[in-house]
């Protein structure tokens, strides 16, 4: 039987649920992630290779561009690739996937299909979050049965086929600037040294101090999973989350990430 298998990069849990409910239907199918492997060459040849990824300013995560940048495809280059996206709003997701497709295009890739996929909104630095996690977890767990469908079907669509061009210069002017976001991080007296934080973050941007208290590396994401999945609400951004509710998928404990993650 050919093997099968999906890149993920994902903070909160909305991708790594989502790349779940993908493998389970094509079988024989591995999940791996893109955020702790900088280099990753593929030895064997797949029947299908996926992406799923978070939307981050319009566009992809920058771990995910570099992955897929030095990512070595030689001996499946005749496999079905496809991406899901996913976002808070598919609106705001306009170069998610395009952007994806030109970078394998440029490494002789034939991205086959590409679908974005709403779930709940979670990046409290910029708003409170909504009171309908139940509702939206729900409507994204039907809104992925009909791309699980294409993809079992090797549909061939792409859901976008051109870079908005002002979309992609605010997000490369943005994304200038998020590595260095985390020194605005803040970690509180409620800190219990749990670690929890340093294993749920997807790019190894968190080591713990003598104190056993974090501290961030400077190559952050902005993905907020160590905001999100502090038992203590410890870590906040200035002061702008301390009284905000907290997300993780509800399908999703941390420890999955942090198995994910390699730990």
Known sequence: MRKNIIFVFSGTGNSLWAAKKISEELENCEIVSMGCHKDYTLTDEYDVIGFVYPTYYRGMPARVRDFVSRFDFRNNKNAY????????????????T???RNL????????????????????IIMYDMRDTVEEETRQSTRDLE????????????LAASRVKPFQQLMYK?????????????NVSGACTHCGICQKVCPVNNIDLGRDKKPYFKHHCEQCLACIQHCPAKAIN????????KRYTHPDIPWRELAKLNGY
């Not at 496809?82 to 705001?92: H, L, N, Y």
Request: glycine share 6%.
């Open 173 to 185: 002017g943005i994304m200038h600037f998020i590595p260095r976001a985390d020194k605005h991080f």
């Open 237 to 244: 951004y200035k002061e702008k989350t301390q009284s905000k």
């Open 98 to 100: 395009v952007g994806l």
């Open 104 to 123: 394998l295009k440029r490494k002789g890739i034939t991205l086959s299909y590409a679908e974005k996929l709403d779930m709940f909104s979670n990046y």
């Open 81 to 96: 690739f496809f991406a899901v996206a996913t976002c808070g709003s598919v609106d705001r997701a306009c170069n998610a």
């Open 146 to 157: 009909p791309i699980i469908g294409n993809i079992k079907k090797r549909t061939v669509d």
